[in-house]
T-cell receptor
Framework: SQQGEEDPQALSIQEGENATMNCSYKTSINNLQWYRQNSGRGLVHLILIRSNEREKHSGRLRVTLDTSKKSSSLLITASRAADTASYFCATDEAAGNKLTFGGGTRVLVKP | EAQVTQNPRYLITVTGKKLTVTCSQNMNHEYMSWYRQDPGLGLRQIYYSMNVEVTDKGDVPEGYKVSRKEKRNFPLILESPSPNQTSLYFC?????????FGEGSRLTVL
């Protein structure tokens, strides 16, 4: 079963707008990661946030983590057409040696 | 250039014909893993390896085998492929938690 569940499943915005997607998970984690996947291609790592961190930034990306609610959010600011992709959260579970992926959010940025 | 290389990228085969999808990484990573991606089901882990000669089952190992005889290579073996193994397969490697993915192998089993 999936550890992470993204919300929404799909998102359509205009270029320049911000895009926010959320991830909820079920068990204790060491860290949570976000990945991007362009259609049919391999996933690309975006950012990793550890369980003792609450917020992290990387360029136009901002990730938050709330371990009490078992949730994370990814914000993409000033979106561009090139940000069109699927975004996945992945949890590194504290009890195992694996990274479990959610179902992803498909983001469409219209020029 | 740091990369994970999978071959073949595309394959159409028939039920029961053994096949191997190769995966090689040039980053000296200890951890390697195979995932399959299916519409509506996301990415599911098939097998993973913490180091040479150390492999373990993921969430969906049935019908698959792996081996890790060398650090850089982690082939995925389908001994007797069936149509339900039609999928997009990804190999990934890691040294510090962040996964590096190959470009994927799209497999169709008729």
């Amino acid at each position: 079963s999936q550890q992470g569940e993204e919300d929404p499943q799909a998102l359509s915005i205009q270029e320049g707008e911000n895009a926010t997607m959320n991830c909820s998970y079920k068990t204790s984690i060491n860290n949570l990661q976000w990945y991007r996947q362009n259609s049919g291609r391999g996933l690309v790592h975006l950012i990793l946030i550890r369980s003792n961190e609450r917020e992290k930034h990387s360029g136009r990306l901002r990730v938050t983590l709330d371990t009490s609610k078992k949730s994370s959010s990814l914000l993409i600011t000033a979106s561009r057409a090139a940000d069109t992709a699927s975004y996945f959260c992945a949890t590194d579970e504290a009890a195992g040696n694996k990274l479990t992926f959610g179902g992803g959010t498909r983001v469409l940025v219209k020029p | 250039e740091a990369q994970v290389t999978q071959n073949p990228r595309y394959l159409i085969t028939v039920t029961g014909k053994k096949l191997t999808v190769t995966c090689s990484q040039n980053m000296n990573h200890e951890y390697m893993s195979w995932y399959r991606q299916d519409p509506g089901l996301g990415l599911r882990q098939i097998y993973y390896s913490m180091n040479v000669e150390v492999t373990d089952k993921g969430d969906v190992p049935e019908g698959y085998k792996v081996s890790r005889k060398e650090k850089r290579n982690f082939p995925l073996i389908l001994e007797s492929p069936s149509p339900n193994q039609t999928s997009l397969y990804f190999c990934a490697s890691s040294s510090s938690g962040e996964l590096f993915f190959g470009e994927g192998s799209r497999l169709t089993v008729l």
